[in-house]
C-alpha cells in the first residue's frame, strides 16, 4: 500500500518564477492538505482539499493556488516566487476533513528560490 | 494561535526518560503529536481528545490537560530510534479542526 507520494523531491528556481508541486494521496484517501515547513520550524497550514474543493486555507497569500483532480490527487502552485518561499513543501492526507483525523504525510518537495 | 513547545532541545543517553510539553492560550478540542527525522516525513503517533484521556504507544505515551489547555509527551527509557524532532499540532474548540504546529522539540539520543 503505498503512502502519500509528492514530486519532485528537490527543486531550485529563480524569483519571479512560477513551480507546481504533486501529491498522490494514501490509498483510500480523499483529503489533501498542504503545509509550508521552513528550517527548523514546525508544518504551517496552506490549505486543504476535499472532493475538488479548497475546504480550508491558512494565512498565505493569493500566489499559492491549488487544486484537487478526481482521483484524489492534488498541485500546489506557486506565482511570483519570492526568497522567502524557499522551504520544504510538505503534502498530508487523511481519511476525511474534520476534527481528530490522523494525518499522513509525505517526503516533502525541497524548494529553493535563488 | 501556534501552540508552544518545551523545551526546544533534549539530549539524552538511552535508557533515559523525556518529557516534552505543548501549551496553548486557547481552548482545545485535541492534540496530535508527531516525530520527524531529519530528511523523512512527519509520522503520526497519537491524538489525545478533550477528557484528560492518556495514550500510549510503546514506551512513549502522553496527556491532555483541557483545563490548563496542555499536552506533555513521556519518552519513557529511550531507545536511539526515538531521535527526531517531536510536533505537537493543536486543533481549536471551536476552530477549524485543522492542526496548528508548533515549532518542534529536538531530541537527541545517544549509546
Known amino acids: 500500500d503505498a503512502g502519500v507520494t509528492q514530486s519532485p523531491t528537490h527543486l531550485i528556481k529563480t524569483r519571479g518564477q512560477q513551480v507546481t508541486l504533486r501529491c498522490s494521496p494514501k490509498?483510500?484517501?480523499?483529503?489533501v492538505s498542504w503545509y509550508q515547513q521552513a528550517l527548523g520550524q514546525g508544518p504551517q497550514f496552506i490549505f486543504q482539499?476535499?472532493?475538488?474543493?479548497?475546504?480550508q486555507r491558512g494565512n498565505f497569500p493569493d500566489r499559492f493556488s491549488g487544486h484537487q483532480f478526481p482521483n484524489y490527487s492534488s498541485e500546489l502552485n506557486v506565482n511570483a516566487l519570492l526568497l522567502g518561499d524557499s522551504a520544504l513543501y510538505l503534502c498530508?492526507?487523511?481519511?476525511?476533513?474534520?476534527?481528530?483525523?490522523?494525518?499522513?504525510f509525505g517526503s516533502g518537495t525541497q524548494l529553493s528560490v535563488l | 494561535q501556534q501552540p508552544v513547545q518545551s523545551p526546544q532541545a533534549v539530549i539524552l543517553r538511552e535508557g533515559e526518560d523525556a518529557v516534552i510539553n505543548c501549551s496553548s492560550s486557547?481552548?482545545?478540542?485535541?492534540v496530535h503529536w508527531y516525530r520527524q527525522k531529519h530528511g523523512e516525513a512527519p509520522v503520526f503517533l497519537m491524538i489525545?481528545?478533550?477528557?484528560?484521556e492518556q495514550k500510549g504507544h510503546d514506551k512513549i505515551s502522553a496527556s491532555f490537560n483541557e483545563k490548563k489547555q496542555q499536552s506533555s509527551l513521556y519518552l519513557t527509557a529511550s531507545q536511539l530510534s526515538y531521535s527526531g524532532t517531536y510536533f505537537c499540532?493543536?486543533?481549536?474548540?471551536?476552530?477549524?479542526?485543522?492542526?496548528?504546529f508548533g515549532r518542534g522539540t529536538s531530541l537527541i539520543v545517544h549509546p
Open positions: 498530508a492526507s487523511s481519511l476525511e476533513p474534520g476534527p481528530n483525523e490522523k494525518l499522513f
Open positions: 490509498s483510500g484517501h480523499d483529503t
Open positions: 482539499y476535499y472532493e475538488e474543493e479548497e475546504r
Open positions: 486557547k481552548a482545545l478540542y485535541s
Open positions: 489525545l481528545l478533550k477528557g484528560g
Open positions: 499540532g493543536t486543533e481549536m474548540s471551536g476552530g477549524s479542526y485543522i492542526p496548528t
